[in-house]
């Protein structure tokens, strides 16, 4: 008997691509697709990596697409924005070996700066997309990307959700399949794009879309379930599980082909059912399609375009019963920085001096939270750089008051280019590269200038500092946060000069430290001040009995004994 094993949606689809004999395996972290690449890594005889941005990562699988290997690309769905350029014109080239691209859409944006839909991107880019429902057919959508990629000779995208790709369902475990590296041919006309060739190579890519779709009606993957005839649902992914529960009844038209669709299989679908529903979380892709071909059905007019959808949500707007989900009456606990974190230090004192902050992507945007509030602006990846730029050529004083703030790792994803930027284009203005040397809100991922690989093999580190001298920045200075003082100096004094400043903020996030600690305590000196308060840590408490320091989260970071006028804070140690 096969053994079947409990897997994670991500899980799930890395084990499909292990299994369909994937060679390459190439990524940028980021939440809900973090964990794809992560247990890719596990496997000896995938090559895997974190490449700095989610392009450098499509653009190195699609090498290795060409030469031949079978290769898988993850991302999450605002990582695709950063690989559109490659995406769009690797469908035009096509591939070698088989290219699968596994985006990660976020419902509800628990993680994410907003609610794309990759599968808006997919049709503009004309690459096909599978959609699975759970983990095993997360597992099987992989394998069958590969072999759909090689057949029509296209990249392919694999759609997770969130849910899919964070909850848990029986998986059967298959072996790996033997499959050599393509032989590699020159053919200037097929993967060189210039205008005479790209022109050619669309008219391949439009009859490509066109016979995917009419083979699509006969894909296994797309399947009627039959019941009532009074109500048919059309759905895929997750969605599809919500709706067997809340419409048990129902017939179903599954989609495992969202992209192009199979039309001749749902305009037979639609015909045997009086009432024909699209399901369909975020925008109505499915809904817009299918009418532009001239099949009658409901959609958007009844569903939200927001949020993830629900059992109880299918079944309230589809039949007009089921109550609304209430929550129950608690306080709201929203994401706050560790307590140690080594990112508190920076937003307290820029915090301190009213500065205007331009923020980024990272475990530093809940520097925006209160009590700190120490953040004005997040946009993408590295924008932060370029805003600061903006703000000094919009408002010839701004240098003085504004500054921007980055992580390591999204400074070598995308903020490099933007401090090019900012010295060629002679701005002035003051940016704080916040070193916790690792990639932290994706689950602490090696990146170039940890000095370890996503096996933790020792590679060349990349040192920051020398970066910035090199793009032609002469005022340079390392500071550790821990040290407030320092750090409120070293920002003053950055804010008077007239070019560009870079202050890096370097010390290790606490969670890599793996000590304990035995944690600070109140004594009877405490005046209530309150001043240890507008540090925003968790492990300080005012309750009923006054101050107080939860010595289980404490660890000793020493910002509150630092703010304390009154030597109120006391005791710690290593246990």
């Given amino acids: 008997m096969a053994e079947k094993k409990l897997l994670l949606g991500d899980f799930a689809v890395a084990r499909g691509a292990w299994e369909a004999g994937v060679r390459v395996a190439t990524a940028y972290p980021g939440t809900p697709s973090t964990e794809i690449t992560e247990e ?3 496997y000896d005889d995938v090559y895997s990596e974190w490449s700095p941005n989610e392009k450098v990562a499509l653009e190195a699988g699609i090498g290795a697409s060409i030469r031949g290997a079978r290769t898988i690309v993850s991302m999450k769905h605002v990582g ?35 609610e ?42 694999l759609r997770m959700t969130t849910r899919v790709a964070h909850s848990q369902s029986l998986v059967t475990l298959g072996a790996r399949e033997n499959v050599p590296l393509r032989p590699y041919e020159k053919n200037i006309a097929k993967y060189v794009m210039m205008p005479a060739n790209a022109r050619v190579r669309h008219t391949v890519v439009e009859a490509r879309m066109e016979k995917l779709s009419e083979d699509a009606n006969g894909f296994s993957i797309n399947r009627i379930e039959e019941g009532s005839k009074e109500l048919g649902i059309i759905c895929a992914g997750g969605v599809y599980e919500y709706v067997k529960e809340a419409l048990p009844e129902a017939s179903v038209l599954k989609l495992g082909m969202v992209h192009p669709l199979p039309y001749k299989l749902i305009e037979t679908f639609a015909k045997g059912v009086k009432r024909c529903i699209v399901a369909e979380e975020l925008a109505p892709h499915l809904e817009t399609q299918i009418k532009a071909h001239g099949i009658a059905v409901e959609g958007k007019n009844i569903f939200p375009r927001c949020g993830e959808f629900s059992a109880n949500l299918i079944r309230r707007c589809v039949l007009g019963r089921g109550e609304e989900a209430k929550c129950a009456d608690v306080p709201a606990r929203p994401p706050v920085l560790c307590s140690g974190c080594p990112h508190r230090g920076v937003f307290y004192t820029l915090s301190k ?67 090019i930027d900012a010295v060629y284009n002679k701005a002035r203005i003051t940016l704080l590269i916040l070193d916790n040397r690792t990639t932290g809100m994706t689950g602490h991922q090696e990146h170039p200038a940890t000095g370890k690989t996503i096996k933790k093999e020792p590679t060349h580190e990349l040192d920051l500092a020398a970066v910035c001298r090199a793009a032609g920045v002469e005022d340079v200075v390392t500071v550790d946060p821990g ?31 793996k000590k304990l600690y035995s944690g600070f305590k109140v004594n009877d000196r405490c005046k209530k001040c309150r001043a240890c308060l507008k540090l925003g840590c968790p492990a300080i408490v005012n309750g009923e009995k006054g101050i107080t320091i939860d010595v289980s989260l404490c660890t000793e970071c020493g910002l509150c004994k630092s703010v304390c006028k009154f030597g109120a804070i006391e005791g710690g140690g290593e246990q």
């Fill in 40 to 42: 890719l890594a596990r």
């Fill in 353 to 419: 001096l009213k500065l205007t902050v331009l923020g980024d992507i990272g475990c530093y945007t809940l520097g925006a939270v209160p009590p700190l509030s120490a953040m004005d602006a997040v946009i993408c990846m590295g924008a932060s750089v370029g805003m600061a730029v903006g703000f000094d050529k919009a408002d010839p004083e701004a240098h003085k008051h504004t500054v921007a703030v980055i992580g390591d790792s999204t400074f070598i994803h995308s903020g490099i280019t933007g401090l």
């Fill in 483 to 513: 040290d407030l003082a320092a750090t409120e100096a070293a920002v003053k004094a950055a804010l008077a000069n007239e070019g560009v400043s870079v202050i890096i903020a370097k010390r290790p996030c606490v969670l890599l430290t």
């Fill in 80 to 114: 695709l924005n950063v690989a559109c350029d490659p995406l769009f014109t690797a469908a035009y080239t096509g591939v070698n070996g088989g290219l699968v691209i596994a985006v990660a859409d976020d419902p509800s944006v628990f993680s994410s700066q907003n």
């Fill in 116 to 157: 794309q839909d990759t599968r808006l991107t997919a049709v503009s880019a004309q690459v096909p997309v599978l959609e699975p429902s759970d983990s095993e057919e997360s597992k099987e959508f992989a394998k069958l990307a590969f072999a759909l990629s090689e057949k029509y000779d296209t990249p392919v995208i």
